[in-house]
């Protein structure tokens, strides 16, 4: 529990499984809400066993990562009814996949629901033409999520659900406006966030890109953005990023690099021209990157205050001076991504006294409660 | 299960005063004008937001990039290093719940527009910072635009042959901080509304990153290592046995994921991969050779219309591999209001991807055009400060404000 997020006092209910609800819930705890997390005691969220064990645990590091700081409950028995009595109870609900999430509309229909705000994360709310899609990255592909990503042949690069935490964190900003929408007209809120619409919002400056393109009757559909920002390799294996952008960054990068000659070189100083002679400018960068190692590769582009950065193994980045001032490490895992008030929200597990002591007051007269300890949540059996 | 109410009333009667530039910030209060909110930007003079400039632009100079992320706010033009361009800015903040500001961390309190200057004027605004590393720390003053952060957090890691992917071309590290953003303005206003107290957001692309990072880091930092135990990773997607890409005997590309043990269950019946369907999510890693060689052969064997229906139909994720030109060729797409017409000022209407709060299920209203510079500078001062025409003409006439200097072009 937070006592300083702005969601402090809400509570939010989180049916179902997989990651884009895990997501959405845990950016709404990170603003401080009082998350409930239910799983069917019967099919428990798959995301369990997504990776390593966590720290003495059973299930995963990516489980707890997302759902480490909510209060954990498995559900078993007469689970529409025992759904509504909770919802009623809550400022919100998400609803992931899974077959809780199968329960909602029945639960929906029930007297004891009252009238929940409820954000639903779907596969797609209108369907690209003849498919039928999954809530899962494969409704991102889709999209043309993966061409965004790489030329020519479709890439494996991607290392990290990126279509399902981004309709996680949409289905979380929704939620979120939804309960400032309900506070000022009293009204619930229902909608449904799809996958595939979220994945598309996500990519639309490359798909506006494309549009341009073809309505500027141009073949350059690069020409947005910087096509030279790609990795440079150093002489140690090391890669960096230069973003170089603008008349003044070419000038401090040319200092960077040792070429104060290029300074005024007509084929550099404007941003249109370096489209024009990218491979130039990319032999020069690649020069200079390969003379170096990536750390004095780096001193010498931040020396100048030239947009670049290393990449990074994660391993590395929770090491970084940067993100150990910040604080977002918190031991052996990630805190709150949000700042508050010069405050950041650790995330702490909520532990078994804490769920047990909550559900048994919300389940109070219709269900029994107990910690399973295999399952590390509380165990609502509904009478 | 139906939307209940139009997205564009949900913030309906909410001014907020925007210093953003370039797509972190823009994006984010595109999203709050898509809502119904009042957004002002301000935009300094003489040259405001530098994606104005970008290339592919209209008739009247706007960039279709610009066009895209500042759909629905109005937009002025102010000398804000100015006193009387400070005043004017400080008495919009003063009517405006909210206040977003993406200038390099120390820039807004020199300006005398930082936290604590628009608290004294605004007990309860929520005032967001969207930087590159953050507000403070030793990179802070640093330029820390999304490519720089995406590399720093881990998402760029090379495979294991060395190599690091090729820049994305979308953005995400902005877009994600936009969302989350969202999120902690809307939470922000609701405390507003039931405590009167103020919400300052700091929030940094490269902590949103971090933050979406839902393999890799947590297994880090759980102290089990990289996932597959090597120091450097197979790519991410083979790191998920079993997901990615696979071309079938027609030339077409699908996306499987199978990593939920009822999928990867199903995938192993159907492809044949004998006697691992038992096999735990680390397990499988033992075996990723063999089961992509499998899952190849299977695709590989049989057109794309069928490895679609057999595995889609088993409850399997899978979907054609499209590029950005088959989904906006799809007629779904503009069914599903993710590409509209939008009103331009000189070119008529022009098709532009509104994302998923213009969408359907949202309710897809019709959107407003992106401002020109300086547009509604007088609308402004006039309407929402009470300032005269006369007195709009002298702050024109200084060079405090600027009203919009784009020259009227015949559409």
């Given at each position: 529990m937070t006592?300083?997020g702005p969601l402090s006092g809400v509570t939010v209910l989180e049916v179902g499984d997989g990651?884009p609800v895990g997501y959405a819930g845990r950016v709404l705890r990170s603003l401080g809400a009082h998350v409930l997390k239910l799983e069917d005691a019967a099919?428990?969220d ?21 759902n480490?700081a909510k209060h954990r409950a498995v559900l078993g028995g007469g689970p529409a009814a025992a759904l509504a009595r909770l919802m009623a109870a809550s400022d919100l609900t998400l609803v992931g996949d899974g077959t809780l999430a199968h329960l909602i509309e029945p639960a929906l229909a029930l007297d004891g629901a009252g009238l929940p705000s409820v954000v639903r994360i779907v596969?797609?709310v ?9 809530a ?32 996680g964190?949409h289905a979380a900003a929704v939620g979120a406006l939804a309960l400032y929408r309900r506070t000022v007209t009293g009204e619930p809120v229902r909608v449904d966030v799809g ?155 909520v532990?078994?006294?804490q769920a047990c002591a909550l559900f048994e007051t919300l389940c109070a007269g219709w269900a029994t409660t ?7 949540a509380v165990h609502i059996a509904v009478r | 299960m139906p939307f209940t109410s139009l997205f564009?009333e949900w913030l309906k009667g ?21 809502a119904g ?146 999120a902690?303005?809307a939470a922000g206003l609701l405390k507003a509304r039931n405590t ?165 299920a949202f309710g ?48």
């Amino acid at each position: 529990m937070t006592a300083h997020g702005p969601l402090s006092g809400v509570t939010v209910l989180e049916v179902g499984d997989g990651v884009p609800v895990g997501y959405a819930g845990r950016v709404l705890r990170s603003l401080g809400a009082h998350v409930l997390k239910l799983e069917d005691a019967a099919a428990p969220d798959w995301v369990r066993g997504y990776g390593s064990p966590f720290g003495g645990h059973r299930a995963a590091a990516s489980w707890y990562h997302l759902n480490g700081a909510k209060h954990r409950a498995v559900l078993g028995g007469g689970p529409a009814a025992a759904l509504a009595r909770l919802m009623a109870a809550s400022d919100l609900t998400l609803v992931g996949d899974g077959t809780l999430a199968h329960l909602i509309e029945p639960a929906l229909a029930l007297d004891g629901a009252g009238l929940p705000s409820v954000v639903r994360i779907v596969p797609a709310v209108t369907p690209p033409t003849g498919m039928m899609l999954r809530a899962d990255e494969s409704a991102g592909a889709a999209t043309g999520l993966r061409d965004v990503y790489g030329m020519g042949r479709p890439p494996e690069g991607l290392r990290f659900d990126i279509a399902e935490v981004n309709a996680g964190a949409h289905a979380a900003a929704v939620g979120a406006l939804a309960l400032y929408r309900r506070t000022v007209t009293g009204e619930p809120v229902r909608v449904d966030v799809g996958v595939y619409e979220a994945t598309f919002s996500m990519i639309e400056i490359a798909v506006q890109t494309l549009l341009l393109s073809q309505a500027f009757d141009s073949s350059s559909p690069d020409m947005v953005g910087s096509p030279l920002a790609a990795p440079y390799y150093c002489a140690d294996g090391g890669a960096v990023v230069i973003n170089i952008y603008g008349r003044g960054v070419w000038q401090r990068t040319c200092a960077a690099i040792g070429r104060p000659d290029l300074e005024d070189d007509p084929r550099f100083i404007e941003t249109f021209a370096r489209y024009e002679f990218g491979q130039e400018l990319r032999d020069l960068l690649d020069a200079f990157c390969l003379a170096h190692p990536r750390d004095e590769a780096m001193r010498r582009l931040w020396g100048q205050r030239i947009p670049s950065a290393p990449v990074l193994e994660p391993a590395e980045l929770v090491q970084n001076e940067q993100v150990a001032s910040r604080g977002i490490v918190a031991g052996n895992r990630l805190a709150s991504p949000y700042v508050i008030n010069g405050e950041r929200d650790p995330l702490e597990p909520v532990g078994a006294a804490q769920a047990c002591a909550l559900f048994e007051t919300l389940c109070a007269g219709w269900a029994t409660t107990d910690y399973r300890e295999d399952l590390d949540a509380v165990h609502i059996a509904v009478r | 299960m139906p939307f209940t109410s139009l997205f564009a009333e949900w913030l309906k009667g909410v001014q907020v005063l925007d210093f953003t530039a370039v797509l972190a910030g823009p994006h984010m209060s595109r999203v709050l004008a898509q809502a119904g909110a009042d957004v002002v930007k301000v935009e300094a003079i003489p040259v405001g937001d530098t994606t104005r400039g970008l290339p592919y632009r209209f008739t009247g100079g706007q960039s279709g990039y610009f066009k895209q992320q500042n759909l629905g706010k109005r937009g002025i033009g102010v000398n804000l290093a100015s006193e009387a361009g400070h005043r004017i800015a400080m008495q919009l903040a003063a009517q405006s719940q909210v206040v977003l500001e993406n200038f390099r961390p120390g820039v807004v309190d020199k300006l005398g527009l930082g936290y604590e200057h628009i608290r004294a004027v605004r007990p309860d605004v929520v005032y967001v910072s969207i930087s590159g590393w953050g507000q403070t720390g030793p990179f802070s003053r640093m330029t820390g635009e999304v490519r720089s952060t995406t590399s720093l957090s881990g998402l760029m890691a090379a495979d294991h042959d060395g190599e690091v992917p090729g820049w994305e071309r979308c953005s995400f590290g902005d877009t994600n901080a936009s969302i989350h953003c969202v999120a902690a303005i809307a939470a922000g206003l609701l405390k507003a509304r039931n405590t009167g107290a103020s919400t300052h957001v700091d929030f940094s692309i490269l902590e949103g990153l971090m933050a979406t990072n839902v393999l890799e880091l947590p297994e880090v930092l759980s102290g089990a290592g990289a996932i597959d135990g090597r120091e450097k990773r197979t790519s991410g997607d083979h790191a998920r046995v079993a997901s990615g890409n696979f071309v079938c005997a027609d030339g077409e590309w699908v996306y499987i994921r199978a990593v939920s043990p009822a999928a990867w269950r199903a995938l192993c019946e159907i492809v044949e991969l004998k006697g691992i369907a038992g096999l735990g999510f680390i397990e499988r890693m033992a075996h990723a050779g063999q089961v992509y060689a499998i899952i190849e052969a299977w695709c590989a064997s049989r057109g794309s219309g069928q490895v679609l229906d057999e595995l889609g139909a088993a409850g399997i994720g899978v979907a054609p591999v499209r590029s950005v030109r088959e989904a906006i060729a799809d007629p779904a797409t503009r069914e599903a209001g993710l590409v509209q017409d939008v009103p331009d000022a000189f070119a008529g209407k022009v098709p532009v991807p509104t994302g998923l709060f213009a969408s359907t299920a949202f309710g897809r209203a019709p959107q407003r055009p992106e401002p020109l510079h300086g547009q509604h500078t007088r609308e402004v001062l006039t309407g929402l400060l009470g300032y005269s025409d006369a007195a709009v003409d002298e702050l024109v006439a200084a060079g405090v404000v600027q009203e919009h200097p784009l020259p009227a072009v015949a559409p």
